[in-house]
């Protein structure tokens, strides 16, 4: 099922599937790329970022760019 990556509930993983091209340059840095499984850490209250693993690697995003990232749950 493929669902926002700023959807991603708590302990649940899943598989980077689209990233916008505007984006591309701001987040391969960090690590997110196309087919990197993700795993969400933690949320914070009120729009707040999101917290997420990739690999060893502990990464926080705004919900805004996590809004524009497409994931399919495991």
Do not use: Y
Request: no cysteine; aromatic share 2%; charged share 20%.
């Amino acid at each position: 099922m493929e669902k926002k990556l700023s959807d991603l509930q708590l302990g649940e993983k899943a598989i980077i599937k689209h990233i916008p091209q505007s984006l591309l340059s701001h987040v391969s840095g960090m690590g997110l790329r196309v087919n990197k499984p993700v795993e969400l850490s933690s949320k914070q209250p009120m729009k707040g970022p999101i917290t997420f693993t990739i690999g060893n690697s502990s990464i926080s995003l705004g919900r805004t760019l996590a809004d524009q990232i497409t994931i399919e749950v495991k």
